[in-house]
């Protein structure tokens, strides 16, 4: 079955650090792939997807290059902020029909200080 | 943008009760919603699928008589939990897919959420 495996957490970094979560997926066919990220006491939010390979999603300085040859979607971002504070989870999408569903990673907790 | 609207945002009951968690597609009409359940620290467990006009799809290992779902209109599931427990303590969220793109690949947008805590 589809399956999405994440870098354990947590990440600790200071602010205008290097940010990379790394995942991988297994998966038939081609998948869409996502980052959600959820704020602490809130609903998850979409951050980015890509929908085919060499596809690189970005949004608010994070980027994710759908890689299918090492079937990853690693997250990045250049200079992290205190307010990234989250937790992060990869995802995958598969067509199975008109309901689809979304298969989660445990997520990755990112910690920002100053 | 689309949005899904789920309340209450918290909820405390006692051992026995029942609790109603509503989840509102608000510019949108969800055929499907999902249902999932977040334990503290870790991922999100699906449920159940809620389809409008008919039965809820449950997971494994989810009990449908404890967990009733209603979808019964296009912009509107319920999640009851029945006979609550301190076990069912949980963070609940409900997502739904905006109809248009409609397919996997669009994105699911998600409520924010009710901690449920059963004393």
């Known amino acids: 079955g589809n399956s999405v495996t994440q870098m354990e957490g947590p990440v600790t970094l200071s602010e205008e650090a290097f940010l990379t979560i790394n995942c991988t997926y297994t998966a038939t066919g081609y998948p869409s792939l996502f980052w959600y990220v959820q704020y602490p006491g809130e609903g998850l939010q979409l951050l980015l997807k890509?929908?085919?390979?060499?596809d690189k999603g970005s949004n608010k300085g994070f980027e994710a290059t759908y890689r299918k040859e090492t079937t990853s979607f690693h997250l990045e971002k250049g200079s992290v902020q205190v307010s990234d504070s989250a937790v992060y989870f990869c995802?995958?999408?598969?067509?199975?029909?008109?309901?689809?569903?979304?298969?989660f990673g445990t997520g990755t907790r990112l910690q920002v200080t100053l | 943008g689309a949005v899904v609207s789920q309340h209450p945002s918290w909820v405390i009951c006692k051992s026995g009760t029942s609790v109603k968690i509503e989840c509102r597609s608000l510019d949108f009409q969800a055929t499907t919603m999902f249902w999932y359940r977040q334990f503290p620290k870790q991922s999100l467990m699906l449920m159940a699928t809620?389809?409008?006009?008919?039965?809820?799809?449950?997971e494994q290992g989810v009990e449908k008589d404890k967990f009733l779902i209603n979808h019964a209109s296009l912009t509107l599931s319920t999640l009851t939990v029945t006979s609550a427990h301190p076990e069912d303590s949980s963070f609940y969220i409900c997502?739904?897919?905006?109809?248009?793109?409609?397919?996997?690949?669009?994105?699911?947008?998600f409520g924010n959420g009710t901690r449920l805590t059963v004393t």
């Open positions: 997502s739904a897919r905006h109809p248009r793109g409609g397919s996997y690949n669009s994105p699911l947008h």
């Open positions: 890509a929908t085919k390979a060499d």
């Open positions: 809620s389809n409008e006009g008919s039965k809820a799809t449950y």
């Open positions: 995802a995958l999408s598969k067509d199975t029909g008109t309901a689809s569903k979304l298969t």
